[in-house]
């Protein structure tokens, strides 16, 4: 048996220490599980609490508890881009300010849509003919923590959609089993989990194109998922004064990496980086759990089938609430430092990434370009990138 160490009182130390870090990343990640299940959870900050319930998994239990629990009736918060489908976007309506202007977007809900199906209509626009014919929400002032709240459905990765109720912090809440996590913490999440990233195993895996390339697994404090650096040769000993390493920051792509999916070039850069890396002899390529530019796969999938009806890439991911890129590339620059590589020459087109890194701390001391050609599919997604996100073509 081993003997738990004391517990530090200081509360100081308690609220601001190391400890308080990987107890705030455990609770949001807690948090997001349960919106995950459609469960409720309460949501701290500034002296307010709100029940809140995620839009596409709640069921008529959790609609049950916010409407016995709430204050005042439950509203519907949308992030504003999927607001502007039912809210009219410039326009001030009633003295409130403009949906673009909105952290977060409130909605009535009278009891045709406060029910389950109708709430994934409304949470999602790939969802067809979930919504009573004829009715549409009315816009209100959003509550207090509706964009922390909006912040807490996306770490989960579901759609940036939620039925909230302010509720009294009564003891009595305490009987209904509800996790509680604070807006500051859920808003801290993301340079928490990346600051807390730890080396937890390390194997050779020799692979075709690089017979001497090893994989380093990195995992954060909340529990989640790792990250992966793919090593070839020895990047962490490129001479001081000499070329720094190559260095690939790619974003998980189930469908590229894995499937061969033409909707996309990710395949192509994954393989081609690896093997240019091995003809420099060196390189590290940092391969981050951010699927669909960090919306997650599901999402991804959403933004296809929005593709499909004529949205390019970036409205696409707008139309379900999300921004047109949510990666976190801090997670890339923590595990670069700990492997002793601290400067780079970045395979990118995406202009972004290069001063991501640099703000993060890495000297970025060149771009390689990385393009490959258009392959008869992903010619309107290529084009989107250069056009919309500013991707250098040479
Ligand atoms: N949301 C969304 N994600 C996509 C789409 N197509 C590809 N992705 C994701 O985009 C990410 C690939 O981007 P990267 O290749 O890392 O980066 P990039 O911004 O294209 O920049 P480069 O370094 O030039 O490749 C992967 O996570 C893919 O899953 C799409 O249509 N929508
Ligand atoms: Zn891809």
Same mark, same amino acid.
């Given at each position: 048996?081993?003997?738990?160490?004391?517990?530090?009182?200081?509360?100081?130390?308690?609220?601001?220490?190391?400890?308080?870090? *990987?107890?705030?990343? &455990?609770? /949001?990640? &807690?948090?997001?599980? !349960?919106?995950?299940?459609?469960?409720?959870?309460?949501?701290?900050?500034?002296?307010?609490?709100?029940?809140? *319930?995620?839009? #596409?998994? /709640?069921?008529?239990?959790?609609?049950?508890? =916010?409407? *016995?629990?709430? &204050?005042?009736?439950?509203?519907? %918060?949308?992030?504003?881009? &999927? +607001?502007?489908?039912?809210?009219?976007?410039?326009?001030? %309506?009633?003295?409130?300010?403009?949906?673009? #202007? !909105?952290?977060? /977007? +409130?909605?009535? =809900?009278?009891?045709?849509?406060? #029910?389950?199906?109708?709430?994934?209509?409304?949470?999602?626009?790939?969802? !067809?003919?979930?919504?009573? #014919?004829?009715?549409?929400?009315?816009?209100?002032?959003?509550?207090? %923590?509706?964009?922390?709240?909006?912040?807490?459905?996306?770490?989960?990765?579901?759609?940036?959609?939620?039925?909230?109720?302010? /509720?009294?912090?009564?003891?009595? %809440?305490?009987?209904?089993? =509800?996790?509680?996590?604070?807006?500051?913490?859920?808003?801290?999440y993301p340079a928490s989990a990346a600051a807390s990233l730890r080396k937890v195993a390390e194997a050779a895996v020799p692979l075709e194109a690089a017979p001497d390339a090893r994989i380093v697994a990195f995992r954060a404090a909340d529990g989640g998922i790792e990250h992966l650096a793919i090593l070839v040769g020895r990047p962490e000993d490129a001479l001081a004064g000499g070329a720094a390493p190559l260095a690939r920051m790619h974003s998980e792509c189930f469908t590229g990496d894995l499937l061969g999916s033409l909707r996309c070039d990710c395949g192509p850069q994954l393989q081609g980086s690896i093997r240019r890396m091995a003809a420099e002899g060196a390189g590290v390529l940092i391969y981050l759990a951010q699927e669909g530019r960090g919306i997650g796969l599901v999402n991804k999938l959403r933004a296809y089938a929005l593709q499909d009806g004529g949205l390019d890439t970036l409205d696409a991911n707008r139309a379900l609430g999300w921004g047109a890129d949510e990666r976190n590339f801090l997670v890339a620059a923590t595990m670069l430092q700990q492997l002793g590589i601290e400067r780079v020459r970045l395979l990118t087109n995406n202009p972004d990434k290069l001063a991501a890194l640099a703000a993060c701390g890495i000297a970025v001391e060149g771009r390689v370009q990385h393009s490959f050609a258009p392959n008869g599919v992903n010619d309107g997604y290529l084009e989107t990138k250069a056009r919309r996100f500013g991707h250098l073509l040479a």
């Open positions: 048996m081993t003997i738990p160490a004391p517990l530090d009182t200081d509360p100081v130390a308690a609220a601001t220490g190391p400890d308080s870090v *990987a107890l705030g990343l &455990r609770a /949001v990640h &807690r948090a997001a599980s !349960e919106l995950r299940r459609g469960t409720p959870v309460l949501l701290r900050g500034g002296g307010e609490t709100m029940l809140v *319930a995620a839009a #596409e998994t /709640v069921g008529a239990a959790g609609l049950s508890t =916010l409407a *016995a629990l709430g &204050r005042s009736a439950p509203v519907l %918060l949308l992030a504003p881009a &999927r +607001a502007a489908a039912f809210a009219p976007v410039v326009t001030p %309506l009633h003295g409130l300010r403009p949906v673009a #202007e !909105e952290a977060a /977007v +409130a909605f009535r =809900l009278p009891p045709p849509l406060f #029910e389950p199906t109708a709430l994934r209509g409304l949470a999602d626009p790939t969802a !067809e003919g979930l919504l009573p #014919e004829g009715t549409r929400p009315d816009r209100l002032a959003p509550p207090a %923590l509706a964009g922390a709240a909006l912040a807490l459905a996306k770490l989960g990765r579901l759609l940036p959609a939620l039925v909230a109720a302010p /509720v009294r912090d009564a003891p009595g %809440l305490l009987r209904h089993d =509800l996790l509680s996590v604070e807006a500051a913490q859920v808003l801290a």
